[in-house]
């Protein structure tokens, strides 16, 4: 029942070790001309949350504007 235990950080330690191996041969992480890939990832998302910010925002403007006509019509 302890080797249970003892092998399951065993088994994380390999996985990291691997994972290690994967990013020292990936030109994705070991080309520092591409920088680091996260901050790629952060910047393509933050402009992708910026542009639905922006197309959300200017559908809440025309949406007053389609209420306050509606309310004019009918009353």
């Known amino acids: 029942m302890v080797s249970r235990y003892i092998s399951l950080p065993l088994a994380g330690l390999k996985e990291s070790a691997g994972f290690l191996q994967h990013m ?4 994705l992480y070991a080309n520092s001309e591409l920088g680091r890939p996260w901050e790629v990832i952060r910047s393509v998302s ?7 910010v922006r197309g959300c925002v200017q ?8 209420d306050e006509m509606f309310r004019s019509e009918t009353t």
Do not use: H, K, Q
Request: hydrophobic residues 45%; proline residues 5%; charged residues 35%.
């Open 24 to 27: 020292l041969a990936s030109p």
């Open 46 to 52: 933050d402009e992708m949350v910026d542009e639905l």
């Open 59 to 66: 559908d809440m403007e025309i949406r007053g504007v389609v």
